[in-house]
Each structure stands twice: as structure tokens, then as C-alpha cells.
């Protein structure tokens, strides 16, 4: 079956380490994205790729990277410049044509740090 | 994307329908409504789309007032698994393939 997959479901990291989310996706999907969303709080978007080898900053980029270097998938680190990076990270995809342009999104990661 | 309005939640009962209101008085002519709902500890996912017309399919119905300020996802006959946050956005059809906006969107609750 076609969709998103993103692992690990629920990570757990010491404060200043970096930690590496994977999404990726078998939709043959040109746009990725990366969200947060932190509790009682809608998505925020941290990063997005309309092409591989390109991407560009969401509203919330800062202490994050991201890569893209296969159409099909699309990391997420957390670095430790991040002030406060528990959160629930959701990873999404969308062909860049037509007028619904639906965004599918995976089961998400829950980042919890310690 | 312009903004949109949503109540912070709504209750409901199992097998009644459900309206769930959006405003979005700065609509401009490119502008699709879309509606997304997110089941607690998932993603997102689509449920419908509409420029002017009301909208049907499998999932929901989409009324939009005439002069497009505002809209209304109808659920028809609400289920326990409908309880989610519904998420009204407003979409460009010019920038296809750029991120959505989420506000905090419409908790639903639906009791038994």
C-alpha cells in the first residue's frame, strides 16, 4: 500500500543530543514536509521540499535540518540548538499539481526530551 | 493563505448530525476550502475540498454560503470515531505543492 511512514513512533533523547526522524514516503510525491505540533496546538511547519536537493524554512526552523537527497524520503534532525524540542513531529506529502493538492501525513513521532 | 475562524469546540451525540462552522471573511477568488480532522496521536488526514458549489463524498458534506465568507462541514450522522480536531483551511490554487496552515481548529467531542 502507497503511503508515509515515519519511525520511530516514540523517541526519547538526552538534552544536547541530536536526534535524527525518518519519514518517508512511496506516494511518488514531489512536496515533503515537516510539522510540529505541540499539545492543545495546531501544526506549525519547520521545513518543506518541493524537489529533491532543495528545501526551504518553515515558521519554526530554527535548532532543526533537514535533507533531501531522495524523492522518497525526507529526514528530520533535531539539533541541540533546539531551546524546547519535546514535541509531536509530523511528517507529510503532496504532489505539487492539481486543485486538491491533499497533504498525507504519517503517524507522526513523539519526541520526548529527558 | 488568508485565516480562518473556528469554535474551539463542539459536543455532540452519536447518530445526530453535525455542523461545524468556519468564517473566512478575507476569502479571496483562488481560494479552495478545505477541511482536514486529525484523530487524537495521528496525522491529519483530508476529508473534503469545495470553491463555490456545496460539496458531497463518503465522509462529509461541505456547505458554503454564497458569498463564500463562510463555510460548514456537515457530519450526518456523527460516530464515536468522528471525535477529532477538524481543521478548516483556506488553499490557493495557485500554490499548489507549498504547506498548510493549521490553526487550532474545532475539537469535536461525541458522547455515546
Known amino acids: 500500500d502507497g503511503g508515509i511512514t515515519q519511525s520511530p513512533k516514540y523517541l526519547f533523547r538526552k538534552e544536547g543530543q541530536n536526534v535524527t526522524l525518518s519519514c518517508e514516503q512511496n506516494?511518488?510525491?514531489?512536496?515533503m514536509y515537516w510539522y510540529r505540533q505541540d499539545p492543545g496546538q495546531g501544526l506549525r511547519l519547520i521545513y518543506y521540499?518541493?524537489?529533491?536537493?532543495?528545501?526551504q524554512k518553515g515558521d519554526i526552523a530554527e535548532g532543526y535540518s533537514v535533507s533531501r537527497e531522495k524523492k522518497e524520503s525526507f529526514p528530520l534532525t533535531v539539533t541541540s540548538a533546539q531551546k524546547n524540542p519535546t514535541a509531536f513531529y509530523l511528517c507529510?506529502?503532496?504532489?505539487?499539481?492539481?486543485?486538491?493538492?491533499?497533504?498525507?501525513f504519517g503517524p507522526g513521532t513523539r519526541l520526548t526530551v529527558l | 493563505d488568508a485565516k480562518t475562524t473556528q469554535p474551539n469546540s463542539m459536543e455532540s451525540n452519536e447518530e445526530e448530525p453535525v455542523h461545524l462552522p468556519c468564517n473566512h471573511s478575507?476569502?479571496?477568488?483562488?481560494?479552495?476550502i478545505h477541511w482536514y480532522r486529525q484523530l487524537p496521536s495521528q496525522g491529519p488526514e483530508y476529508v473534503i475540498h469545495?470553491?463555490?458549489s456545496n460539496v458531497n463524498n463518503r465522509m462529509a458534506s461541505l456547505a458554503i454560503a454564497e458569498d463564500r465568507k463562510s463555510s460548514t462541514l456537515i457530519l450526518h450522522r456523527a460516530t464515536l470515531r468522528d471525535a477529532a480536531v477538524y481543521y478548516c483551511?483556506?488553499?490557493?490554487?495557485?500554490?499548489?505543492?507549498?504547506?498548510?496552515?493549521f490553526g487550532k481548529g474545532t475539537t469535536l467531542s461525541v458522547s455515546s
Open positions: 507529510a506529502s503532496s504532489t505539487d499539481r492539481g486543485v486538491i493538492n491533499e497533504q498525507f
Open positions: 521540499s518541493q524537489i529533491v536537493n532543495d528545501f
Open positions: 478575507t476569502i479571496s477568488g483562488t481560494d479552495y
Open positions: 469545495g470553491l463555490t
Open positions: 506516494l511518488n510525491h514531489d512536496a
Open positions: 483551511i483556506l488553499r490557493d490554487v495557485r500554490q499548489a505543492g507549498t504547506a498548510l496552515i
